[in-house]
């Protein structure tokens, strides 16, 4: 395995070794405690591994001797841990449930497969004995895409960890490809192509524990995707084992020879097939990186810098726009890097007079150096344009640098009584502002029904971080106290209250994070009648038995 | 009717009142001729309308006046004109026939509907009288996409002529997007979004003769794609009606909520639906366009910088490489506005000492003076880089001003035994010399082996149109002696000795132009069982009778 379960948390996010940012005592404590109106934080902790049980594994001695002859006796894993491990994926949603030990829902082995010809046999395997295949990358989902749901009371469930398929097969520097296998994490994948001065410039929050797969199968994006694209943007082609064979899509740039495959591949989420290997456009590793911050009066007009640089084709790899409550929460709050930004944004505040609720703008440019020069230049002017403050380059540094940390934060709040969640959306521009209010209210409004005591609330802050000329994206970041007696009931109050204002509000159930078990109800309406239609039949066509994955994207 | 059909040529292309650019006598006529080795151009007129039959209709009064009863009179039309002219489309294969008074496949009758509605109704009304429909716009294409074939020999045939469709229904200047009818022509859309100040920016070479629809149905590309894309890259959403209903697509920018339901429509080619609306990316109209000539001392020079510009994120509008027959043909037949341009390369060769076959390059920037002003210095930067003598703007202009009139030279060479043809790929850049090598050989020796006297030949020349980081297309246009007594066989063995080499090449069977009829063939290679497995379950859940565009696309 290139990540060894057994070094990362089964039951919360990364390392077992990584440290709490916050440690007991931390100034963020009170703060947070404070700002939920909550009188003290309880000590909520996960219970232990060695108290909790599993259901008997539905396969036989058999099955698994079966198994472990087409993928060597290492390689199939139907322990405790492992079962545990293979779960569920990421959400907070998920974490209810594998902090608690409620693991009824589990795989009955998790199967590493070394080659697409191993996938195949297993999948001949699961069709002859009617098993469901659940693929899994990183099993860092936090839609429920992973969850090992049988789909049926009596099946087995094997879930396939694709982390041995981890090689880059082929590196095109004239075309600018590489065909890599999809169970690749993150920092191999970079690892390998930097190696040789390229890379492919996809880093989801999720980088360190996330696969090349998973970030297909859910049409993700990284976040510097205004430079990089999108999952669907970058995948050249795909190898995937479904149950009727080896599907190799076609690998031309911009065929005019019917619908594209590869645009049914990305957002698949392993109903259609396992995505074994893909060819995904990489870039020359960029000489020049330049992230730096503005301050803007409010989100409206710095929503409408982020529309004019799109507009103006500047060649930007992120802009990033925190409405004020984030951009209050991320200077007030700190995070584990965050320190020297207080001041800086202080600072910032003094020269900007009758402003009650700034917004920052952090602008990311990669490139080469003609390139990113340009970029700093129109940015500069278009942001100046709308009246921000620049407040220079320490902003987009100290935002670099813990690009990766939001994450690490929610296991220790978990621990203390307090639930954070976050989801996405887009829409498209003439819709952004009345979205993010719409969605927003409708989450606070959600939090404050369901609080534990009275008095208590909680917080929701957003951010534009995924831009297009047509629109962008919303992302929503909430905290609240959690209601100990009914936790998974207070989530789903707020998950439907939020789902339904946003496809209510015009935007989509999901930006990056896809669809999975948790946004399948609200696809139907999303993708309309003749939509879900369409992939009813792709589905059928591929995978007749219903074997893959099931309760996902169609539900 | 938004071009009255009396107005255009039922069996050549463009006007009637259209005049040819070489009159007898031109000095083109004596260096084609030469080029091809005949003795003399022999006189091969097209059979006047007066001159031809049609089949009975297959459709009785009833049903005409039932259909008269859903669009209204004078929008039902059986008359053997309208019935001629929506017999195909207007590749040289569908001129073969037309020309020639062949007109066994012809539709029964020309409906125009006016509405999303009066569509529903006609595909009510076929569905029940088991007749089938196809979908045409400006009827432009040259892969046998609007063939009015049955399918089934008892079967009529509906052409829907989608041009009374032709509003344009919004215009959101802030998400830069516009929801069109998609019946609308080129030049209508244009002048309707030009009048508030945006473009489409979509600009075949058919502009004048094809419809918006049609550039979604054909996954079209215009010659500007490098800045404004292909149809699947600004298609935003589309109201299909299909056999199954209304099929409104989702509409949001980068949505990851499952597959792409508008990357279905793009490419389905009126297979699963009629196109009845589209929203479409818009983009202000450029305050600068810059267009310019380069010279390379050879293709594969020209090529690698092409390359380097895509690679350098340059934003341009087109970069255009003519490898070096084009560039002579270009050269020494000039072009109906391309006078001074001889000059001009004359003068260059002057320079560039040793050069057995220069190559062309135009360079096209569009958008705001700092994108243009940018993008100049950095294309020029590159092209030097590799090799090129600038020569000026004017090379630029005059294929600016030319770029519509490739197709009006079809006409005259077809009256005078000449046969003449294009067809497109696309590969990644790794590939593109030795596929540019590979179908030029294979389309020299079809035509060599298929000429009506020894001592004939073709011309063959190619040029890079449109370029992407991971690759580019290639398009080439042929010219050849007819070989009068099997026109069609003489064409189809230069077709099929093309197509076979593409595929064989690692190329796709079209990268603009679409499937239809004639490339059907090659799909099944090109997608493999389980990408047609996958386009046969769509068609069957969208159109289970086979009613729409019957043989296109998957055959």
Redesign the interface.
């Known amino acids: 395995m290139t990540i060894d379960r057994q070094t990362l948390r089964w039951n919360g996010w990364g390392l077992v070794t990584q440290e709490n940012p916050y440690p007991d005592g931390a100034a963020q404590w009170i703060f947070i405690r404070d700002a939920l109106g909550m009188k003290e934080l309880p000590s909520t902790p996960a219970k232990r591994f060695t108290d909790i049980s599993l259901p008997k594994s539905r396969l036989d001695a058999e099955a698994i001797s079966r198994l472990k002859e087409i993928c060597g006796n290492n390689q199939v894993r139907d322990d405790d841990y492992e079962r545990a491990f293979h779960a569920r994926g990421k959400s907070y949603h998920d974490l209810l449930y594998v902090r608690a030990g409620k693991l009824e829902i589990a795989p009955d082995a998790a199967v590493y497969p070394r080659s697409p010809e191993e996938v195949e046999q297993v999948m001949t395997f699961c069709l002859k004995h009617k098993v469901a295949l659940v693929p899994f990358g990183g099993g860092s989902s936090v839609v429920g895409g992973v969850t090992a749901e049988s789909g049926s009371l009596e099946r087995a469930v094997i879930t396939l960890d694709m982390t041995l398929m981890n090689r880059v097969l082929k590196i ?1 520097k ?4 590489a065909t890599v296998q999809a169970g690749i994490y993150g920092p191999h994948l970079e690892k390998a192509l930097q190696e040789h001065g390229v890379t492919l410039g996809h880093y989801p929050q999720s980088f360190q524990f996330s696969t090349l797969g998973g970030w297909i199968a ?4 990284g976040q510097q995707s205004n ?1 990089y694209g ?1 999952a ?1 943007k970058w995948l ?1 082609a795909a190898k995937l084992v ?1 149950p ?18 590869n ?7 392993g109903t259609l097939g396992v995505i074994c290997e893909a060819t995904v ?1 990489i ?2 590793v960029p000489q020049v990186k330049d992230y730096r911050g503005y301050l803007f009066k409010d989100f409206k007009s710095g929503a409408r810098a982020v ?1 004019a640089i799109n ?3 500047v ?1 930007v790899a992120m802009v990033r726009l925190s409405d004020a409550p984030e951009t209050f929460f991320f200077q007030a709050a700190g995070s584990s890097s965050g320190g020297g930004l207080k001041a800086k944004l202080q600072g910032a505040y003094l020269k900007m007079k009758g402003l009650d609720a700034p917004c920052l703008m952090l602008i990311g440019l990669e ?2 150096k ?2 990113v020069a ?1 970029a700093r230049q ?1 940015t500069a002017a278009i942001a100046q344009k709308h009246g921000a403050t620049a407040i220079g380059a320490s902003a987009g540094r100290k935002w670099f640098h813990g690009r990766f940390d939001g994450p690490h934060i929610r296991d220790p709040l978990m621990d203390r009584g307090i639930g954070v969640d976050t989801l996405e ?7 952004i502002l009345p979205l993010h209010e719409k969605v927003s209210a409708a989450i606070t409004k959600a939090m404050t029904e369901n609080v534990p005591e009275t008095g208590q609330r909680g917080i929701v802050m957003g951010h534009i971080s ?1 831009s ?6 919303l992302y929503f970041t909430y905290i609240f106290p959690r209601k100990l007696e009914d936790e998974a009931g207070q989530w789903l109050a707020i998950k439907r209250a939020a789902s339904d204002a946003i496809l209510e509000g015009g ?9 999975g078990t948790d ?1 399948a109800p609200w ?1 139907v309406e ?6 879900v ?6 589905k ?3 995978d007749p038995e219903g074997l893959l994955n099931p309760g996902k ?1 169609l539900g």
């Open positions: 095109d004239k075309s600018m490809t859910a049409r993700g994006a430079r999108k669907e050249v479904t009727k064979g080896v599907w190799q899509t076609e690998d031309y740039p911009a065929s005019a020879a019917g619908p594209n495959m645009q049914i591949v990305a957002g698949s989420e456009k870039h020359e529309r507009h103006a084709d060649p490139g080469d003609e390139t340009y129109r959306t887009s829409t498209h521009w003439a819709n995924h297009y000329p047509d629109g962008a994206s935007g989509t159930i999901s930006h990056h994070h896809g669809v946004h696809l999303e993708k309309g009648a003749r939509g239609g369409a992939l009813q039949a792709l059928k066509e591929f994207l």
